[in-house]
C-alpha cells in the first residue's frame, strides 16, 4: 500500500508549470493526505479540490476538513464540519486538509485543535519568489481515516509556532490511542524536529523547496507500521515536496 503525504499550497503551480491533477495521478498512492487545500476559494478557480480530485484521479473514499471558513490571511470563521464522500456538506468558501483513498474507509474522525495565539515572521512563497513576513497563526485540524485493512491513517496541518506544534502532536497522538487499527501520523507538520513525539519516522527525505530541498517539515510517523520510503520527484506544483512510503 503507498501512502503519500503532500503540502499542495491550494494547487499552485510553481514557475515550472505543473497541474496538480495530473501530479497526483503520477503519485499513483493508495492513500493520499494533503494539506493546504482550497474550497471554492477564488485562487484556485472556485473549485472543490477535494472532490475534483477524488473524481479525477479515481479515489472512492475522501474527506475534506476545513480548518476555517473565509479566506487565510484575510477574513475567515473557525470550521467544525467534516466534507465526506458519504456526509457531503454544503460549506462556504473555506481552507483546510484532505484524504483520499482508494482503499474503503470504515469511518471519518476528525479532532478541532486551535492555533497559537501569536504568529511569527515567516519566510513565504510568492510569485516574486521568497520574502519574509508576519504570518498569523489559524485554527488546526487533524482527521482520521479508518480503513477496511486495520491501518487508520491520521494527518494534519500543524501551527508553525515552535512548541505550539509538539503540544498539537501529542494531542492527536492521545486521541488516536481511540482509534482502532494501526497508526501511521502524516502531514505538515511545521518542525524541523520532533524529538519528543515518541514516533518513529518512516522518510527522511527533505521536503522543501520543492525544487532544491533543504529542510524537512513534513513527515509520516508510525511505531506500529514497517514501511519503505519512496522519495517523490519535484512535480511543478507547490513549494513542498510529496512524501511517501510503501508499507510492507
Given at each position: 500500500?503507498?501512502?503519500?503525504?503532500?503540502?499542495?499550497?491550494?494547487?499552485?503551480?510553481?514557475?515550472d508549470?505543473?497541474?496538480?491533477?495530473?501530479?497526483?495521478n503520477?503519485?499513483?498512492?493508495?492513500?493520499?493526505?494533503?494539506?493546504?487545500?482550497?474550497?471554492?476559494?477564488?485562487?484556485?478557480?472556485g473549485?472543490?479540490?477535494?472532490?475534483?480530485?477524488?473524481?479525477?484521479?479515481?479515489?472512492?473514499?475522501?474527506?475534506?476538513?476545513?480548518?476555517?471558513?473565509?479566506?487565510?490571511?484575510?477574513?475567515?470563521?473557525?470550521?467544525?464540519?467534516?466534507?465526506?464522500?458519504?456526509?457531503?456538506?454544503?460549506?462556504?468558501?473555506?481552507?483546510?486538509?484532505?484524504?483520499?483513498?482508494?482503499?474503503?474507509?470504515?469511518?471519518?474522525?476528525?479532532?478541532?485543535?486551535?492555533?497559537?495565539?501569536?504568529?511569527?515572521?515567516?519566510?513565504i512563497?510568492?510569485?516574486?519568489?521568497?520574502?519574509?513576513?508576519?504570518?498569523?497563526?489559524?485554527?488546526?485540524?487533524?482527521?482520521?481515516?479508518?480503513?477496511?485493512?486495520?491501518?487508520?491513517?491520521?494527518t494534519?496541518?500543524?501551527?508553525?509556532?515552535?512548541?505550539?506544534?509538539?503540544?498539537?502532536?501529542?494531542?492527536?497522538?492521545?486521541?488516536?490511542?481511540?482509534?482502532?487499527?494501526?497508526?501511521?501520523?502524516?502531514?505538515d507538520?511545521?518542525?524541523?524536529?520532533?524529538?519528543?513525539?515518541?514516533?518513529?519516522?518512516?522518510n527522511?527525505?527533505?521536503?522543501?523547496?520543492?525544487?532544491?530541498?533543504?529542510?524537512?517539515?513534513?513527515?509520516?510517523?508510525?511505531?506500529?507500521?514497517?514501511?519503505?520510503?519512496?522519495?517523490?520527484?519535484?512535480?511543478?506544483?507547490?513549494?513542498?515536496?510529496?512524501?511517501?512510503?510503501?508499507?510492507?
Amino acid at each position: 500500500m503507498r501512502v503519500v503525504t503532500w503540502n499542495i499550497l491550494s494547487g499552485q503551480p510553481t514557475q515550472d508549470g505543473g497541474n496538480l491533477f495530473n501530479a497526483i495521478n503520477q503519485l499513483d498512492a493508495d492513500v493520499i493526505a494533503l494539506q493546504e487545500v482550497d474550497h471554492l476559494q477564488p485562487r484556485s478557480n472556485g473549485i472543490k479540490t477535494i472532490d475534483e480530485i477524488a473524481d479525477k484521479c479515481g479515489y472512492i473514499s475522501w474527506a475534506f476538513a476545513p480548518a476555517l471558513i473565509g479566506t487565510p490571511g484575510f477574513s475567515w470563521n473557525k470550521a467544525e464540519a467534516i466534507h465526506t464522500h458519504t456526509e457531503p456538506k454544503e460549506l462556504d468558501t473555506s481552507y483546510g486538509i484532505g484524504l483520499l483513498s482508494r482503499i474503503p474507509v470504515k469511518s471519518w474522525k476528525q479532532l478541532n485543535l486551535n492555533g497559537s495565539p501569536v504568529g511569527l515572521p515567516l519566510l513565504i512563497t510568492t510569485p516574486k519568489g521568497l520574502r519574509m513576513a508576519y504570518v498569523a497563526d489559524e485554527p488546526r485540524v487533524a482527521i482520521a481515516a479508518v480503513l477496511e485493512n486495520d491501518v487508520t491513517v491520521i494527518t494534519s496541518h500543524l501551527s508553525f509556532v515552535p512548541g505550539v506544534n509538539t503540544w498539537q502532536l501529542r494531542k492527536i497522538k492521545k486521541w488516536a490511542k481511540t482509534l482502532p487499527g494501526q497508526k501511521i501520523f502524516l502531514g505538515d507538520f511545521n518542525a524541523l524536529w520532533f524529538g519528543k513525539a515518541n514516533l518513529r519516522s518512516l522518510n527522511n527525505f527533505k521536503s522543501y523547496p520543492a525544487w532544491a530541498p533543504k529542510a524537512k517539515f513534513d513527515y509520516i510517523l508510525s511505531n506500529e507500521i514497517a514501511a519503505d520510503a519512496i522519495e517523490l520527484p519535484y512535480l511543478g506544483v507547490s513549494d513542498h515536496r510529496p512524501l511517501g512510503i510503501e508499507i510492507l
